[in-house]
């Protein structure tokens, strides 16, 4: 990941929108294998807030094309990064929408995605 440093603090303000969509790739990928909220928190801490509901999506995407417990996982995510209010409802709520634009295309391969993608609203408290 690439992770500048400024003013003592770590941060991504610096990086070009190709490097930070290679790195929210990364991230997503990372919090999957991982599973650690706390690490995916300090991500949307330090990712520049324009790019949060690009990170939503990908994030939605990924868990909607897997199993429930992927879905659960995203769910505790946001509700935790909306309770420490890290990001904000209206960045989730387009992240949301930025999804649904490619529902159609996802439950071909995946009919289950609706139902995730209905749990991790549900259950994130967004």
């Not at 879905?71 to 929408?97: T, W, Y």
């Amino acid at each position: 990941m690439l992770i500048f440093l400024r003013q003592g603090k770590r941060s991504l303000l610096q990086v070009c929108p190709d490097d930070v969509q290679k790195n929210i790739e990364w991230s997503v990928d990372e919090f999957f294998v991982t599973r650690k909220v706390g690490r995916t928190e300090d991500y949307f801490s330090l990712l520049p807030s324009k790019f949060h509901c690009l990170f939503v999506e990908k994030l939605i995407l990924r868990a909607a094309r897997s199993k429930r417990t992927d879905a659960q996982l995203v769910a505790e995510l946001f509700a935790s990064v909306c309770s420490k209010h890290l990001s904000s409802r209206e960045v989730f709520e387009e992240g949301f929408r930025r999804a649904t634009k490619h529902s159609d295309d996802i439950v071909i391969d995946h009919p289950m995605a609706p139902e995730l993608m209905g749990l991790m609203i549900c259950f994130s408290s967004v």
